[in-house]
């Protein structure tokens, strides 16, 4: 059973995602009509089960899967799981599939269709892993997307991706879902038209258990192919894997608009109106760009600067060394309109008498007391190889008590700051601790984060470091999910030579030193032919996203323009490092940018990203489209215009605009 809904991308009706998932209301009441229809066949070893777009089988000697389209295609969703499974057990049809086990792996499996996607779930009665599912293995397979950051679409030929990752590339490397993807996803286009148009086909898959699941690439045969282990681990809780396969239209953001529309019908997509209700200031960070300010920049004169070069909204930050922004910077900044927050993490502990940083020194014996230990005692080691990382289930004890993270959110607001960003509480970089009294797995973790994020952001506009999407109904801003990392990168920020370091105090070479990326770095994440929006087509609308806080838009001058089209493509903000003599000299510039930007996020910044394509057969032009026509922006990466579009040039349409609003970045600072 297959809804009736609204054509959204490619050339023809389609009823699968993306078309299906990027229209909310009508998804989740019309696929979950698939839940009453018959519940498919059994033939021999062959179950099949329908799903939205056409039908699944899954074999279960095997748990090979392929599927059947409506318009006639074949395609294989995975191929048997890595490593084979053993000699199935009996297979017991259910009211919506089957159930079947794995003796000799301790597995037992059950088959659904749910919502028109096929659910596959596995329940371990002892410790082990499986390498299932194995994508890419369809001679048609053209692309594969990987929520790297931002988002990637990798052609499965591309030479680049497919070298060692060693050198960049993706073959023999490894990423943990849990820890490293933005969203716990990947997808798969087969025979795609150059035009990503969605006049394709293609698969989605969704790991709701993204602790303990990795994804591993290899070049076979030049092609690249993904598969996905999970461990299977009851001291970490992760006895349980779930994996849910969509059929698309294709289209390159299709698996996020697949998952966008699951934590819909699950309940867990926020929303950015919401939290404007529940805390209007949130509304000031529509039309805003980013921005940690040092020296001069940290004053009232400072903010009197921007705002008299026309800046009218910004979102100020401040480390949380000597020299905080005070009380009266913090009201001309709220006077201005302007968003004002401490950086502050809870996540690091180091000795209070030698810490290095005040966020790091506690009162009592938060240090060492609260440490993270591993199974053999030792303290998890923290920020910068210094410490130890803090235990979030030992705060949550001590908190209705000790009152450790009230008392710190207190004092760094004392100056009336309206905003906070809380490092790395968002992240994928969750812990299992063994400490005394306060032991947890890796989702306890995850889920005592929650609970301190949330009761921040009832009264504080409030962002972490590069967020996952269990984030999303908590924040309402993110720095960093906007940058596809490479490793290469990580490598570079360690050479403080060329990076730059903590110095100058008040202007620190690692956020002001402009920066040359390496070749195969700029290419993995900054070429535009590779970049597609699936963190914005799964939460625009849920939070604002921006790039990593020490990437701002002056560090890295060669990719200035293409960053530059991409926020603006993605309706994101730019992030900066101020001081006083870079707004005197870069001021304009911003202003400039901030002027172009701020109506159109204003109209869009709430709204649902409901179409990416590419125009050109080289992906060098690129569309988006938010709020089902409510703003329309399109994009020249190229050096020759296109349909009237000079290169690097962008073009963005307001509804009710008779003229496109046009801007070519690279003008603004000859």
């Given at each position: 059973?297959?809804?009736?809904?609204?054509?959204?991308?490619?050339?023809r009706r389609t009823t699968r995602v993306l078309a299906a998932s990027l229209a909310l209301s009508a998804t989740t009441i019309g696929v979950a009509g698939c839940d009453s229809a018959a519940a498919g066949t059994l033939e021999g070893s062959r179950l099949t089960l329908p799903v939205a777009g056409?039908?699944?089988?899954?074999?279960?000697?095997?748990?090979?899967?392929?599927?059947?389209?409506?318009?006639?295609?074949?395609?294989?969703?995975?191929?048997?799981?890595?490593?084979?499974?053993?000699?199935?057990?009996?297979?017991?049809?259910?009211?919506?599939?089957?159930?079947?086990?794995?003796?000799?792996?301790?597995?037992?499996?059950?088959?659904?269709?749910?919502?028109?996607?096929?659910?596959?779930?596995?329940?371990?009665?002892?410790?082990?892993?499986?390498?299932?599912?194995?994508?890419?293995?369809?001679?048609?397979?053209?692309?594969?997307?990987?929520?790297?950051?931002?988002?990637?679409?990798?052609?499965?030929?591309?030479?680049?991706?497919?070298?060692?990752?060693?050198?960049?590339?993706?073959?023999?490397?490894?990423?943990?879902?849990?820890?490293?993807?933005?969203?716990?996803?990947?997808?798969?286009?087969?025979?795609?038209?150059?035009?990503?148009?969605?006049?394709?086909?293609?698969?989605?898959?969704?790991?709701?258990?993204?602790?303990?699941?990795?994804?591993?690439?290899?070049?076979?045969?030049?092609?690249?192919?993904?598969?996905?282990?999970?461990?299977?681990?009851?001291?970490?809780?992760?006895?349980?894997?779930?994996?849910?396969?969509?059929?698309?239209?294709?289209?390159?953001?299709?698996?996020?608009?697949?998952?966008?529309?699951?934590?819909?019908?699950?309940?867990?997509?926020?929303?950015?109106?919401?939290?404007?209700?529940?805390?209007?200031?949130?509304?000031?960070?529509?039309?805003?760009?980013?921005?940690?300010?040092?020296?001069?920049?940290?004053?009232?004169?400072?903010?009197?600067?921007?705002?008299?070069?026309?800046?009218?909204?910004?979102?100020?930050?401040?480390?949380?060394?000597?020299?905080?922004?005070?009380?009266?910077?913090?009201?001309?900044?709220?006077?201005?309109?302007?968003?004002?927050?401490?950086?502050?993490?809870?996540?690091?502990?180091?000795?209070?008498?030698?810490?290095?940083?005040?966020?790091?020194?506690?009162?009592?014996?938060?240090?060492?007391?609260?440490?993270?230990?591993?199974?053999?005692?030792?303290?998890?080691?923290?920020?910068?190889?210094?410490?130890?990382?803090?235990?979030?289930?030992?705060?949550?004890?001590?908190?209705?008590?000790?009152?450790?993270?009230?008392?710190?959110?207190?004092?760094?607001?004392?100056?009336?700051?309206?905003?906070?960003?809380?490092?790395?509480?968002?992240?994928?970089?969750?812990?299992?601790?063994?400490?005394?009294?306060?032991?947890?797995?890796?989702?306890?973790?995850?889920?005592?984060?929650?609970?301190?994020?949330?009761?921040?952001?009832?009264?504080?506009?409030?962002?972490?470091?590069?967020?996952?999407?269990?984030?999303?109904?908590?924040?309402?801003?993110?720095?960093?999910?906007?940058?596809?990392?490479?490793?290469?990168?990580?490598?570079?920020?360690?050479?403080?030579?060329?990076?730059?370091?903590?110095?100058?105090?008040?202007?620190?070479?690692?956020?002001?030193?402009?920066?040359?990326?390496?070749?195969?770095?700029?290419?993995?994440?900054?070429?535009?032919?590779?970049?597609?929006?699936?963190?914005?087509?799964?939460?625009?609308?849920?939070?604002?996203?921006?790039?990593?806080?020490?990437?701002?838009?002056?560090?890295?001058?060669?990719?200035?323009?293409?960053?530059?089209?991409?926020?603006?493509?993605?309706?994101?903000?730019?992030?900066?490092?101020?001081?006083?003599?870079?707004?005197?000299?870069?001021?304009?510039?911003?202003?400039?940018?901030?002027?172009?930007?701020?109506?159109?996020?204003?109209?869009?910044?709430?709204?649902?990203?409901?179409?990416?394509?590419?125009?050109?057969?080289?992906?060098?032009?690129?569309?988006?489209?938010?709020?089902?026509?409510?703003?329309?922006?399109?994009?020249?990466?190229?050096?020759?215009?296109?349909?009237?579009?000079?290169?690097?040039?962008?073009?963005?349409?307001?509804?009710?605009?008779?003229?496109?609003?046009?801007?070519?970045?690279?003008?603004?600072?000859?």
């Amino acid at each position: 059973m297959t809804p009736n809904l609204p054509k959204t991308t490619g050339r023809r009706r389609t009823t699968r995602v993306l078309a299906a998932s990027l229209a909310l209301s009508a998804t989740t009441i019309g696929v979950a009509g698939c839940d009453s229809a018959a519940a498919g066949t059994l033939e021999g070893s062959r179950l099949t089960l329908p799903v939205a777009g056409g039908t699944a089988v899954v074999d279960t000697a095997s748990l090979a899967v392929s599927a059947h389209t409506e318009d006639g295609q074949q395609m294989v969703l995975s191929a048997p799981a890595d490593g084979g499974l053993g000699a199935p057990g009996p297979v017991t049809r259910t009211a919506d599939g089957a159930r079947w086990s794995y003796p000799a792996k301790g597995l037992k499996v059950t088959a659904s269709s749910e919502r028109g996607r096929l659910r596959i779930n596995m329940r371990a009665d002892r410790d082990g892993s499986v390498s299932w599912p194995v994508t890419g293995t369809d001679r048609a397979a053209s692309a594969v997307q990987l929520p790297r950051g931002e988002g990637l679409d990798i052609p499965v030929r591309d030479r680049f991706w497919n070298r060692s990752a060693e050198k960049g590339g993706l073959a023999g490397g490894s990423v943990d879902v849990g820890g490293e993807l933005a969203l716990p996803l990947w997808g798969y286009s087969m025979g795609r038209g150059t035009g990503g148009s969605g006049d394709g086909a293609g698969v989605s898959y969704l790991t709701p258990t993204d602790i303990g699941t990795s994804l591993r690439f290899a070049s076979t045969g030049g092609r690249l192919r993904a598969t996905a282990a999970h461990a299977f681990d009851a001291g970490e809780g992760t006895r349980d894997y779930d994996v849910s396969f969509s059929l698309t239209d294709g289209n390159p953001v299709a698996p996020a608009a697949d998952y966008r529309s699951y934590l819909a019908q699950h309940g867990q997509l926020g929303s950015l109106r919401k939290k404007i209700r529940k805390n209007p200031a949130n509304a000031k960070l529509l039309g805003a760009f980013h921005a940690y300010v040092w020296g001069d920049a940290r004053t009232a004169s400072g903010v009197e600067k921007l705002k008299q070069l026309g800046v009218d909204r910004m979102w100020l930050g401040y480390d949380s060394g000597p020299g905080p922004m005070n009380a009266q910077a913090v009201r001309a900044a709220k006077k201005a309109g302007y968003l004002v927050g401490p950086y502050d993490t809870f996540a690091n502990g180091q000795d209070p008498k030698s810490a290095d940083s005040p966020a790091s020194a506690w009162p009592r014996r938060v240090y060492p007391d609260f440490c993270v230990r591993k199974a053999d005692g030792t303290p998890e080691t923290g920020f910068g190889n210094r410490g130890c990382y803090l235990s979030s289930r030992a705060f949550e004890k001590a908190e209705p008590t000790k009152h450790y993270l009230a008392d710190r959110t207190r004092t760094m607001v004392a100056n009336g700051a309206d905003s906070y960003f809380l490092d790395v509480d968002a992240t994928g970089e969750l812990f299992r601790d063994h400490g005394k009294g306060h032991q947890m797995t890796k989702a306890g973790d995850r889920a005592m984060r929650l609970a301190r994020m949330q009761r921040l952001a009832k009264n504080l506009v409030l962002g972490s470091e590069s967020s996952q999407a269990w984030a999303n109904k908590v924040l309402a801003f993110n720095h960093g999910s906007g940058t596809p990392v490479a490793d290469g990168l990580w490598k570079l920020e360690r050479d403080k030579k060329t990076w730059g370091g903590y110095f100058p105090e008040k202007a620190p070479g690692a956020f002001f030193k402009p920066v040359q990326l390496p070749a195969e770095v700029a290419t993995a994440m900054y070429d535009p032919k590779y970049r597609v929006p699936l963190y914005e087509t799964a939460l625009h609308g849920s939070l604002v996203n921006a790039e990593r806080w020490e990437l701002s838009y002056e560090k890295l001058p060669a990719q200035k323009t293409t960053r530059a089209l991409l926020a603006m493509l993605y309706n994101t903000p730019l992030n900066y490092v101020l001081d006083g003599p870079t707004i005197t000299k870069n001021g304009p510039e911003l202003a400039a940018l901030q002027k172009y930007f701020s109506p159109l996020h204003r109209a869009a910044g709430t709204e649902q990203l409901t179409s990416f394509r590419w125009l050109t057969g080289d992906r060098t032009v690129q569309r988006t489209v938010f709020g089902n026509g409510k703003l329309t922006v399109t994009a020249n990466f190229g050096t020759k215009a296109q349909g009237g579009l000079p290169g690097g040039c962008i073009d963005a349409k307001l509804s009710g605009d008779r003229q496109p609003r046009r801007l070519c970045p690279a003008q603004l600072n000859r």
